[in-house]
């Protein structure tokens, strides 16, 4: 019988490039294919079931690249694909993906065996992973050339299990034979050193201990800490993660970097943790703990904020004050200009209003010495002065009492007096005195 694909049949073979097949515990027949994802066999009425890849469904294949399949002990199938495994669930027909860069060294499958413990054994272009799926999140160990293996790339389909369990992977330089129990685990939880702090790159300190407290100026604005867990079996895949508590907000994966670095740290209380683990990821979790205490400058102490918020309250409020009375100045400059401009106002208003009077007096017939009397009351009220006196002079140079303000009062030439003298031979002139 042959299976070909049809474009006009849904049911047939999804591609005709067919890279892996696999028979599970129940008889039916998976088929993996290049770019059609995967294919589960109907023996009757001999048609496929196709499931691929949905960029939009999280449960869907992860890749239509199907390259291995394997069973595990409990009957789960697993789907290597290049671009990451997929665990297949009968009940709902949707897959778990396992795709994380940061979970698998590589996403890219070659090859797929599940060994007689549960493990699943994979191929993959940076090594051998082992993964042991039965936890809720699973763990996984992976090696490398520096463990033994022929490279750290393998060839797609090169990958076989024999009846005694032996587990066979090719690659591009030969292929490796091992017995899955026979790889033991590095069980030691390591103990933690920091080796080295430094200050602008410059160590400083390498005899660093449990609880001690390092006191670093403001000043000290670059400061790094170098560390390591002793565990020697394979210390390059020892791996770390680090928090300076009052900075950091979480732990940092930093893999298998041995150092780290802060810049510009304020003023206060920091404690810096670090957790290692061994060439397996065995971790200890107590890890270790170096307390920092970073003085800060005195712009950053508490006290000269207070007496810097004083001062500029101060300041504010003192300037508000001098603010306020130089408005109040203006004020009183302007109230005095208006007041002066008001008065000189209102006395050209009672000049004018004094010569119009005057002139009705002059026109009238009223007699002399009562028009004289009226221009001498009014010349006084327009003047300011006390007291108007009108003398006149006669031919032989004595003077005489014509008109005056202060009726009964002519002897009394206290205070600002205004003279007016007449005389018969030259005009009038006027003498303005004050005692």
């Not at 920092?292 to 007496?307: N, T």
């Amino acid at each position: 019988m042959h299976y070909v694909h049809d474009p006009n049949d849904p049911h047939s073979l999804s591609d005709d490039t067919v890279l892996s097949i696999c028979e599970d515990r129940r008889g039916t027949l998976w088929v993996g294919t290049e770019l059609g994802g995967l294919n589960r066999f109907n023996r009757q009425p001999k048609t496929f079931a196709v499931y691929t890849h949905d960029p939009d469904d999280p449960s869907s294949l992860s890749h239509d690249g199907v390259v291995a399949m394997a069973e595990d002990r409990r009957g789960r199938l697993w789907v290597g694909t290049t671009a990451g495994l997929n665990m297949y669930d009968r009940t709902t027909g949707t897959f778990v993906r396992y795709t994380e860069k940061d979970f698998f060294p590589s996403v890219w499958i070659h090859g797929l065996v599940a060994d007689d413990a549960g493990s699943l054994w994979l191929s993959t272009n940076a090594g051998l992973s082992r993964l042991d799926p039965y936890y809720s999140r699973p763990t996984l160990r992976n090696f490398d050339a520096s463990d033994g293996l022929q490279s750290n790339a393998f060839n797609t389909g090169a990958y076989f299990k024999s009846e005694s369990g032996e587990i066979f992977f090719g690659g591009v330089n030969g292929f490796n034979a091992f017995y899955p129990e026979q790889i033991k685990t590095n069980t030691n939880s390591p103990p933690l050193v920091i080796t080295a702090f430094k200050k602008l790159n410059r160590t400083v300190r390498t005899d660093i201990t449990e609880p001690e407290e390092i006191e670093l100026s403001y000043k000290d604005n670059f400061i790094s800490f170098e560390f390591a867990s002793l565990d020697f079996t394979a210390p390059e895949k020892n791996q770390y993660t680090y928090q300076l508590e009052g900075f950091d907000q979480n732990w940092v994966y930093a893999g298998t970097r041995r150092y780290q670095s802060y810049t510009n740290l304020k003023g206060g209380d920091y404690v810096f943790r670090v957790k290692g683990s061994n060439n397996d990821e065995v971790w200890n979790a107590e890890g270790l703990a170096v307390h920092i205490k970073v003085k800060p400058p005195v712009w950053e102490m508490w006290w000269f904020r207070i007496i810097a918020g004083l001062l500029l309250i101060g300041g504010l409020f003192v300037g508000y004050r001098l603010r306020i009375r130089n408005i109040e100045v203006r004020t009183r400059e302007l109230e005095a200009l208006v007041e002066e401009r008001t008065y000189e106002i209102e006395r050209r208003r009672q000049v004018a209003e004094g010569l119009r009077e005057i002139l009705v007096i002059l026109n009238s017939d009223r007699s002399l010495k009562e028009s004289l009397d009226y221009i001498v009351s009014q010349a006084a009220l327009l003047t300011g002065t006390a007291k108007v006196i009108v003398f006149q002079r006669d031919e032989e140079g004595g003077i005489s009492i014509v008109a005056s303000n202060s009726e009964g009062q002519k002897d009394n030439l206290t205070g600002e007096c205004l003279f007016v003298i007449l005389s018969s031979a030259r005009r009038p002139s006027a003498a303005r005195s004050s005692e």
